[in-house]
């Protein structure tokens, strides 16, 4: 079945009230549901009610509290049709329904994780709970009763503010719950169980005292410290750049170690993967410390962006995630370095969204139409989704953008709401005609942009040209020109901006280009001298940029461009070339050339100490195997690729090899271990520089040193990393797996890092090491974590592994995925989409690829997710 936006009809009654009462028990779980239904103006009195389930069990039905006849209404797993509905404008309906946790495998509805009772309803779980109108546009206000074994589940919760609580006899007790704020079903959770606890408190800065807690499993509450004090940060962050406080007495968070996604924003009452809350020192990286961080203030932010104004329907999914993405990608700039925190936002982009626009799953940011919506939890959806917003921002600047999210929030509190409402207040507040701009939201793809440049010595006039132009996608034959705002500089020849005496040709104004047509000249007047064009500054719109500049015009940007984003492009846009060409001669069998130059600015930016370490560090990580091939884009040879990645990486380390050893030593810890951002900095610097100080010595000891000595997880991690992927099978590296499984072997969050970088080992050797690892004790087909961070990792991020030419691992994969699927549809759909990049390899794995792919379609049985996922990926 397919859903199409143009489809959307508002429900015939409304649910404005809701209470529900859980016996909950790990087998049967008995849900009593009393939901107030009342006809909405203009439906016929007598009108069928239809409420979705999946996989429901009805036990029993009361319409106005008297039992059903079997003729007045009809029950499936999936449906409950009332037939006789009351003429009356409002009735109650009982709905009692019993439910399994335990088998419940999905992760979607009522199940168990490591024996805690919690939810997951977003997008459709609820349905799986109770029958219901499991839509985003039916609000209600929500009662619960929760009951339970009082030893197994010590500790009940759900939305809202705790009413009451107390036994129900020896061995059970309940607790009541309210959450004045009428919601969607999907934002309902419950949680019930043991876990240790740690609390804080906020108070609003209108004064209203809010209890926080983060539960985690026993013994597990230390590592819950950093992120109970980002949640603080967020709370306070939100309150001065938004204006927006909480708005109930509690705010409960529970990690649980078996989750489809990162967290949910469940009104009052997050859950997260336990991934996004623990972290200490010995245990986490500085990645994990900040995905800590941007995860938690995400879920907090969907408080008002999401649970106060929500979505009318699930085509409006980017209204909350793109928007909140937005909003915690800010909050993370301020807490940290804004520029720093800019480049690592524009590489997840590129090697995620990019991708994803230009193969067979792209798909608008605002989708027209889907099979299954849980497939469009994507990286299009979200981090396009943001850009979109970003742009905003850009065109109307700081103030006028400020109020139109304030309008946003006076105008829709409390509704279900539309792209279109999102884009009018925008509108409204500054003036502008966005219809224009609103063909971001529906025209998918990475818009391609051309730029040339003029130089009239006499007339000293300087002209860019610039041309756009959209790929076709599945759907979607013919695009229009898009509003494409370009922040850009003129640099002189002393590495300073130039101010042009006037412009023509096209919209320009506060440093920023305005593309409206497909190809427009915009011509600088009273330019002395030739500047050299900084385009794109701050990467503010997600177009894929070709300039038609000199080598030393992009070493002279890598070196002078203010804008330390528009630094980092150039000099990855140069190291880019080098790679691709350098790709293409190993696979013709001849050799690389590495101009001098592209060495020594490497060399350069490593020495620089007035730039952040961690802007140094993100400029001497080299594009990654997958963003070489992304750009080589056709025709892709995996093993050229490493080749020539690995020849660069050489030569700038053959270069600089005592200059780095210096520099290594001198960024040597000094006192304790802190994850500030300036720490992890130069801790990022420092093991950027490991690799390449190991690789040159093509010797493991300094990473094997490094390993022994750790006293945090980044720098123990990072020198595992060497070891494996570049000494792989050395005593060395199979020393430090084992020390490091000897010690982190029961912890299941830690264990996947060990797991991931045996997956990153390149060559196709690793997939035999991939299959025995499945059945290592710490692995389990049943945790997405696991499977993530092994069949994950090696399928998105390995690619000389993954795409052997034989093409055993893509059968590896369709093995894996067929087996998952009939346990946890979104799982296994979410590991296939490793392979939306077929087409652009080679013949010989792309038809081994394809023949993987046809495969799985071939089945009789398969979830939607995956139905979905694969004939997409096929079509
Ligand atoms: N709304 C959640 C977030 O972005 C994601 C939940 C998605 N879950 C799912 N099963 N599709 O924070
Ligand atoms: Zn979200």
Redesign the pocket.
């Given at each position: 079945q397919t859903f199409r936006l143009s489809d959307y009809r508002p429900t015939p009654y409304a649910i404005p009230e809701t209470r529900l009462d859980f016996r909950l028990a790990p087998e049967r779980t008995i849900v009593h549901a009393r939901l107030t239904i009342e006809r909405r103006p203009g439906t016929e009195p007598g009108t069928p009610l239809l409420l979705d389930g999946d996989e429901l069990k009805l036990i029993s039905l009361a319409i106005n509290g008297i039992p059903a006849g079997n003729n007045s209404y009809r029950a499936t797993p999936d449906l409950l049709e009332i037939r006789d509905v009351p003429s009356a404008e409002r009735f109650t309906l009982d709905i009692v329904t019993e439910i399994n946790p335990t088998t419940n495998r999905q992760?979607?509805g009522l199940y168990r994780s490591s024996d805690v009772y919690c939810t997951?309803c977003?997008?459709e779980?609820f349905r799986r709970i109770t029958y219901y109108y499991d839509r985003p546009d039916v609000l209600s206000v929500y009662t619960v009763r929760l009951e339970a074994d009082r030893l197994a589940a010590p500790i009940l919760l759900s939305n809202g503010n705790p009413v009451e609580h107390g036994e129900v006899d020896s061995a059970r007790h309940y607790a009541i719950w309210h959450d004045p704020h009428p919601k969607p079903s999907?934002l309902f959770a419950l949680v019930a169980g043991s876990l240790g606890v740690v609390k804080d408190h906020f108070t609003t800065r209108s004064g209203r005292l809010v209890d926080l807690a983060i539960h985690v499993e026993h013994g597990k509450e230390g590592r819950a410290l950093y992120a109970m004090d980002a949640l603080k940060r967020s709370m306070a962050w939100d309150e001065k750049r938004f204006g927006r406080e909480y708005d109930l007495d509690v705010f409960n968070i529970v990690a649980v170690s078996d989750f489809?996604?990162?967290?949910?924003?469940n009104k009052g009452l997050n859950i997260f993967n336990d991934k996004y809350v623990l972290a200490d020192p010995e245990t986490a990286t500085d990645t994990d410390y900040a995905g800590i961080e941007a995860?938690i203030a995400?879920?907090y932010f969907?408080n008002w962006t999401?649970n106060r104004i929500t979505c009318r329907d699930w085509f409006q999914l980017c209204l909350?995630?793109g928007l909140?993405?937005y909003r915690d990608h800010e909050f993370s700039a301020d807490q940290r370095s804004r520029p720093v925190k800019r480049i690592a936002e524009v590489k997840i982009l590129k090697s995620q969204q990019f991708p994803e626009d230009a193969g067979p799953l792209a798909h608008p940011v605002r989708p027209r139409e889907y099979r299954e919506?849980?497939n469009?939890?994507t990286a299009t959806v979200?981090e396009k989704g943001s850009e979109v917003v970003r742009m905003i921002h850009t065109i109307i600047g700081p103030e006028l953008f400020r109020k139109g999210m304030d309008l946003y929030f006076e105008r829709h509190d409390g509704e279900a709401a539309t792209i279109e409402d999102f884009i009018k207040v925008f509108a409204d507040v500054s003036g502008k005609d966005f219809s224009q701009f609103a063909l971001w939201y529906d025209q998918a793809g990475t818009p391609k942009l051309e730029a040339d440049f003029a130089y009239d010595e006499k007339a000293q006039t300087y002209s860019i040209t610039l041309k756009q132009s959209l790929a076709l996608t599945p759907g979607q034959p013919h695009k229009k020109p898009m509003l494409i705002p370009i922040a850009f500089g003129l640099i002189g020849p002393d590495g300073k901006d130039m101010v042009p005496s006037a412009v023509t040709g096209g919209e320009v104004h506060d440093g920023v280009i305005y593309l409206q047509r497909e190809s427009e000249t915009f011509t600088f007047h009273g330019l002395a001298a030739r500047p050299v064009p900084s385009l794109l500054r701050g990467f503010s719109a997600p177009v894929n940029l070709v300039a038609s500049l000199s080598t030393s015009e992009q070493i002279f940007l890598a070196l002078n461009d203010s804008d330390p984003v528009a630094r980092w492009q150039a000099l990855n846009m140069i190291f880019t070339q080098v790679l691709t060409e350098g790709a293409r001669h190993l696979r013709l069998g001849k050799d690389m050339q590495i101009d001098d130059h592209v060495l020594e600015i490497a060399g350069r930016i490593a020495a620089d100490t007035t730039l952040d370490p961690a802007f140094r560090a993100l400029c001497l990580s080299l594009p990654s195997e997958n963003d070489i091939a992304r750009e080589i884009g056709e025709n892709v040879d995996p093993d050229a690729i490493l080749a020539a990645r690995d020849r660069l990486m050489a030569a700038i380390a053959a270069r600089y090899a005592d200059d780095f050893a210096a520099l290594y030593q001198s960024l040597t810890q000094q006192g304790p271990f802190s994850p500030d951002a300036q720490s992890a900095g130069r801790r990022s610097l420092r093991n950027i520089l490991l690799d390449y100080l190991s690789r040159h010595a093509m010797s493991p000891d300094r990473a094997a040193h490094q390993f022994a000595t750790a006293n945090n997880m980044t720098d123990r991690f990072a020198a595992l990393s060497v070891l494996v992927q570049r000494f792989g099978g050395s005593h060395e590296a199979r020393n430090a797996l084992a020390t490091f499984e000897q010690r982190f072997g029961e912890d299941g969050l830690v264990m996947d890092k060990w797991f991931s970088v045996q997956a990153m080992q390149p060559g196709p050797e690793v997939l035999a090491a991939i299959k025995a690892l499945t059945r290592h004790p710490a692995f389990s087909l049943d945790n997405p974590n696991r499977v993530r961070s092994l069949i994950g990792t090696f399928s998105a991020n390995n690619p000389t592994g993954f795409n052997r030419v034989d093409g055993a691992a893509y059968e590896f994969l369709a093995d894996t995925v067929l087996a998952i699927d009939p346990e946890n549809p979104?799982l296994a759909a979410r590991l296939l989409t490793a392979m939306r990049s077929w087409r652009s390899l080679e013949n010989q794995r792309r038809e081994k690829a394809k023949a993987a792919l046809q495969r799985i379609a071939a089945m009789q049985k398969l979830s939607t997710d995956l139905r979905d996922i694969v004939e997409r990926t096929l079509a």
């Open positions: 992760l979607s997951q977003e997008a779980g999907y489809n996604m990162g967290a949910m924003e995860v995400h879920e969907h999401g909350k995630e909140t993405v919506i849980n469009f939890y979200y979104q």
